[in-house]
């Protein structure tokens, strides 16, 4: 695969409920290339979360199509579980494994899904520990952890895939104001490692900061796209001037 | 005094008679051997078939309204059709009458009663285990569900490494209740000519025509085991509960 193609197509994604009657995702058109940092922002009800999930067939889209590097994996002979262990996932509410301590937390998918040995995952698993700053907590239980600890063990546990790109749902709605701040730090993190990353969130300032690209979407299309300066700065539509007027 | 006296001579008599004569408390000690090996081996027969069974239930519900119709689609819908048949007919059936069917009609060629016992009340136990099972499923978190998904587990992996161990923790005691109401069950299994506890005491008060000591002894016998285990539960609960937090 070359270097300028898109790592994810999407082609007029349509998601609909009760057979057409509400439309989650109305017609979704993008191309995310690699090393592309596209946030996603618009009011709730919007399709954000909705286009996020469909992008790991968490969500199936009920039409359009969705390709990841290369392959359509909104097609029914697709493995798509081959492909999302090259997308790494991190949710609002963190779904870390209770049961597990935080290594195993950690170290299972790569462990039974890419055949490594329990040193190498380990080694991996410590490594990126160190760099969110919990190394010391990787026997300790999900259940002992603050919210934004919790979520930095998130995202490690799917990096630990090595994955080609990282889909972010609302990672910081859950938290704490005072601990939103050591996740967003990580995610900047990643981004600087020219990760390519898809995410959904409410935090302007990381937009603004870390975004290569801003989607605003609204009532399940995509009403405006540019960098973060043209939407920020120079709004287009009377839909992002009057969100934006809100938020901001 | 004399009366009292001559009360307390003639319960030592009917000890004497009812349980050391002729070593008859062996039938009691043989049937509580037999009533704990048919207990846990059965149990061990409906943990099996109830978390199979609560795991069709459990997909079928989550997904069946999801799924593309196609072959898949029609498996699982037979294979809950078939689920429901079975949760149906043995919720709604004594299980004395489904030991007999299974001695007489379905396994009248075995000739180990306690095979024919443990397979009666795996069976039966299964049922009652698959729903305890299966509301255990349905409390784990959709998003623990979405979380294995996403790192690329399939369907069964992710039952198996991450909803199945949490569900299994969250039934535990009820799952041990289970097995407290089946140590009692097992006690009609004389109906298929299995000498366990219940059936032990029957026959010494066969022989020696006093129901009394035999039956209050069997009862005092369960009581105490049931005790025992209530015992067990109780404290395995706690300990579930201080390791949540």
């Not at chain 2, 979405?146 to 198996?160: D, H």
Request: a neutral charge; hydrophobic letters at 45%.
């Amino acid at each position: 695969m070359s270097g300028n193609e898109a790592l994810i197509r999407v082609e007029n994604l349509q998601k609909h409920y009760n057979k057409g009657v509400i439309k989650a995702l109305d017609g979704i058109n993008t191309e995310i290339k690699k090393g592309e940092v596209v946030v996603v922002i618009g009011p709730s009800g919007s399709g954000k979360s909705t286009f996020l999930r469909c992008l790991n067939l968490l969500e199936v889209p009920t039409g359009g199509h969705i390709f990841f590097e290369g392959v359509d994996i909104t097609d029914a002979k697709t493995d798509i579980n081959v492909h999302r262990q090259r997308m790494g996932m991190v949710f609002q509410h963190f779904n870390l494994f209770p049961h597990m301590t935080i290594l195993k937390n950690m170290t299972i998918a790569p462990m039974k899904l890419q055949g490594k040995s329990e040193a190498e995952a380990t080694e991996m698993a410590m490594s990126l520990l160190r760099r969110v700053g919990l190394e010391d907590r990787a026997n300790a239980y999900p259940s002992q952890l603050s919210g934004g600890q919790k979520q930095r063990i998130a995202i490690v546990r799917a990096l630990c895939m090595q994955p080609e790109v990282m889909l972010f749902d609302e990672p910081t709605s859950a938290l704490d104001p005072e601990m939103v701040g050591e996740v967003l730090e990580v995610m900047k993190q990643l981004a600087k490692e020219n990760m390519t990353m898809v995410v959904v969130t409410h935090e302007m300032g990381f937009a603004r900061e870390v975004g290569t690209r801003v989607m605003f979407m609204a009532d399940g299309k995509q009403v405006e796209e540019g960098t973060p300066e043209e939407i920020f700065t120079d709004p287009k539509s009377e839909r992002l001037q009057s969100f934006l007027a809100k938020v901001l | 005094m004399e009366g009292l006296q001559l009360w307390w001579e003639g319960i030592q008599k009917q000890f004497v008679m009812n349980f050391i004569a002729d070593d008859r408390w062996k039938y009691l000690r043989d049937g509580l051997v037999v009533t704990l090996q048919l207990t846990f081996c059965a149990v061990l027969i409906g943990i099996v078939i109830g978390v199979v069974i609560a795991m069709i239930r459990s997909t079928h519900d989550k997904n069946i309204n999801e799924m593309h119709k196609g072959l898949g689609s029609l498996i699982l819908k037979f294979l809950n059709f078939i689920a429901k048949v079975y949760l149906t007919v043995i919720r709604g059936t004594p299980v004395v009458v489904q030991l007999m069917i299974m001695y007489y009609i379905i396994l009248a060629s075995s000739s180990s009663k306690l095979l024919v016992g443990t397979i009666a009340f795996g069976i039966n136990s299964g049922a009652y285990v698959a729903e305890i099972v299966r509301s255990g499923i349905m409390s784990v978190d959709q998003g623990q569900f979405e979380a294995g998904r996403s790192l690329g587990f399939n369907y069964v992996q992710t039952m198996r490494y991450i909803i199945i161990p949490q569900a299994l923790k969250t039934v535990l005691p009820t799952l041990a209740n289970e097995f407290i109401v089946l140590l009692k069950e097992t006690s009609v299994a004389g109906y298929i000519a299995m000498q366990d506890l219940t059936k032990g005491g029957d026959i010494i008060r066969g022989a020696t025509f006093s129901p009394y000591m035999p039956l209050f002894a069997v009862a005092l016998i369960y009581l105490a085991m049931v005790m025992f285990f209530t015992f067990l539960v109780n404290r395995l609960e706690r300990r579930l509960r201080n390791s949540e937090r």
